[in-house]
C-alpha cells in the first residue's frame, strides 16, 4: 500500500512547530448530526498541555439541536444539572496536517466523562467503539470503506444562504456519471479536494461524476472501521473547508432539490478480518459467491436489522426523499451480487469479497452508520442468521420485498421499540438518540414549508 501522506507523531508535530510550519491545532470530536466540534489550540500549548490532558467542552454540545439550542429532555445533559463538562482526550493516531488550512494540523477526540474517564456512552466514536470491542472478542477486527456523494454549486455557502438555498447554480448542467468532459469543469474544485485529503493522511483512490448535475464522488483508502469513519469525518469537513474558501459550496445533503435526478449517498463496504486475512473468504455457496459461514451470517444478521437501525443510516427528515424508485437509491431489502438495484450489494471474491451496503446517505453520521452495521453483523453471527435467498433482476420491480421505512418518524418509532437496539448500543443510548431524532421531527412538524405555501396560499 503506498505511502500515507500528511499523518504526524507529537515528535514529528513538535518539529514542524520549532520550523514555524504549524501554529494552530484543531482539536474536535463530531457530534450526534456528524458535525465537527472542538476547539483550535496554539500549537506550543498543544504540545505542552493538551496532548497528554486533552481539554474540557459543554456536555450540552451532545443535546444541542442543529441551532445550537440546547433541547430539554435529555438526561445526559440537561439545565437541572447545570450543564458542565466532558473531557475531550486526543487520539495521536488520527493527529495530521489539515492541508486545506494555513498552517494547522488536527486531531480527533473520545469524549470522556469528566469524573470518571469512562467512555461517553452517548457520543458517537463511544458507539463505534463499543461495538469494535466486540468484534475484538471474537478475534475480528472490522474492514470498511465510505463511497461518499455529493453536488457541488457555484455559489457561495453565504450566496446559498441569501438565496434561501433555491436556485443555486450546479456546477455541472447535465448528468455526468463517468463524463470526463464535464467531470473536467468541476476539476478547479475537485483536483483540489484530492490533493488536500492525500496531503492530510487520507489516501484517496479516484474522483468521478454521478448521476446528478454537479453531482460527485470522491473515493478514499479502505481502512479498519474506526480510522475510516474518522476519515470520513475529517473528508466531510475538508470538502466543506475547501469549498467555503474558494467561493463555492457542497451539499452532503441526501436529497438537496426535489428535482435532483439522484440523491447523495454513503454506500458502506465492509468485511471482517482475522489474523491478517479477510475472514469472509471461504469456499461455502451462497448463489454465486464462494464465501464462508461468517460471511453468510453477517450479511443476515445485517440484513435482518435495518429496520431496527434505520435512523443511523437514514437520520434526517430529507434522508427519506432519497429512497425513489429508479433512482438508483435502494427502496427494499434484498441482497445481489454486482446488482446496483439491491440494498445490499456483494462484491469482490477472494481475500477482497465484501458486502456493500448501499442504503446510507451522505448525510449519515459514520460512526453510528458503522456501528450499526457491525452491530448487526455480529447478531447475525452469534445468532448464525441465514440472508434470504439471493435475489436477481430488477428489484424496484419487487414489491413483495420488505421495504426501507418510509420516514424518520416510522424509522424512530422502531428503533425506539426494539429489544435489538437496546441489546445492541444499550437502553441509555437508544433513549438517547430516540429523543434526539423525536427533536428533529418535531421541529420540521413546527416548520412551514415552501411546498406548503404555494399549495395551500390562495388555492385552499
Same mark, same amino acid.
Given at each position: ?28 470530536? *463530531? ?6 466540534? $472542538? ?64 498552517? &494547522? ?46 453536488? !457541488? ?12 438555498? *433555491? ?46 448535475? $454537479? ?25 466543506? /473547508? ?15 432539490? @426535489? ?24 469456499? /461455502? *455457496?451462497?448463489? @454465486? ?41 435502494? *427502496? ?8 446496483? &438495484? ?47 435467498? !439471493? ?15 418510509? &420516514? ?30 423525536? &427533536?428533529? !421531527? ?17 388555492? !385552499?
Amino acid at each position: 500500500m503506498a505511502k500515507i501522506h500528511g499523518l504526524l507523531t507529537l515528535m514529528e508535530l513538535a518539529e514542524l512547530v520549532e520550523k514555524g510550519e504549524i501554529e494552530t491545532i484543531v482539536v474536535g470530536f *463530531t457530534d450526534h448530526y456528524g458535525r465537527l466540534m $472542538g476547539k483550535r489550540f496554539d500549537a506550543e500549548f498543544f504540545i505542552e498541555d493538551a496532548a497528554a490532558h486533552g481539554t474540557h467542552a459543554c456536555n450540552y454540545l451532545l443535546t444541542v439541536n442543529m441551532e445550537m439550542d440546547p433541547v430539554p429532555g435529555y438526561q445526559f445533559a440537561n439545565w437541572e444539572r447545570g450543564y458542565g463538562d466532558f473531557h475531550l482526550v486526543p487520539d495521536m493516531k488520527t493527529l495530521r496536517r489539515a492541508s486545506w488550512l494555513d498552517k &494547522t494540523a488536527i486531531v480527533l477526540c473520545d469524549v470522556e466523562d469528566e469524573n470518571t474517564h469512562q467512555m461517553t456512552a452517548v457520543a458517537p466514536r463511544s458507539i463505534l467503539r463499543q461495538q469494535l470491542e466486540s468484534a475484538a472478542k471474537m478475534g475480528a477486527e472490522a474492514m470498511a470503506a465510505s463511497e461518499l456523494e455529493y453536488y !457541488i454549486y457555484e455559489d457561495s455557502y453565504r450566496v446559498a444562504a441569501q438565496k434561501d438555498y *433555491t436556485h443555486l447554480q450546479p456546477m455541472g448542467w447535465y448528468i455526468e456519471d463517468y463524463h470526463m468532459m464535464q467531470g473536467a469543469r468541476e476539476e478547479k474544485f475537485t483536483a483540489l479536494a484530492r490533493h488536500h485529503l492525500k496531503h492530510s493522511g487520507i489516501a484517496v483512490e479516484n474522483s468521478k461524476g454521478e448521476w446528478g448535475h $454537479g453531482q460527485h464522488e470522491l473515493n478514499i483508502r479502505y481502512a479498519d472501521s474506526l480510522t475510516m469513519a474518522d476519515n470520513h469525518a475529517i473528508f466531510k469537513q475538508c470538502l466543506k /473547508e475547501l469549498a467555503d474558501k474558494l467561493g463555492y459550496s457542497v451539499s452532503f445533503m441526501a436529497k438537496p432539490t @426535489p428535482d435532483a435526478a439522484a440523491g447523495s449517498s454513503s454506500h458502506i463496504h465492509l468485511s471482517l478480518w482475522k489474523n491478517g486475512k479477510n475472514a469472509f473468504e471461504g469456499s /461455502e *455457496t451462497l448463489g @454465486p459467491v464462494q464465501g464462508s459461514n461468517l460471511f453468510r451470517w453477517f450479511l443476515g444478521g445485517w440484513m435482518a436489522h435495518v429496520q431496527d437501525v434505520m435512523v443511523f443510516y437514514a437520520p434526517t427528515i430529507n434522508s427519506y426523499k432519497r429512497y425513489v424508485d429508479f433512482s438508483w437509491a435502494p *427502496t427494499r431489502i434484498a441482497w445481489s451480487y454486482d446488482n446496483r &438495484t439491491a440494498g445490499f450489494r456483494v462484491v469482490g471474491k477472494g481475500s477482497s469479497l465484501r458486502i456493500e451496503c448501499r442504503i446510507p446517505g451522505a448525510d449519515c453520521n459514520p460512526y453510528l452508520a458503522y456501528a450499526a452495521a457491525l452491530a448487526s453483523g455480529l447478531d447475525g453471527i452469534a445468532n448464525q442468521t441465514e440472508p434470504p435467498a !439471493i435475489f436477481e433482476g430488477d428489484i424496484y420491480s419487487a414489491q413483495q420485498l420488505p421495504r426501507v421505512p418510509y &420516514t424518520l418518524e416510522h424509522a424512530v418509532d422502531l428503533f425506539a421499540n426494539s429489544d435489538f437496539a437496546k441489546k445492541a448500543f444499550g437502553t441509555q443510548v437508544v433513549e438517547h438518540y430516540t429523543h434526539f431524532f423525536r &427533536t428533529e !421531527i418535531d421541529s420540521f412538524n413546527r416548520h412551514v414549508t415552501d411546498w406548503e405555501r404555494k399549495r395551500y396560499f390562495e388555492r !385552499i
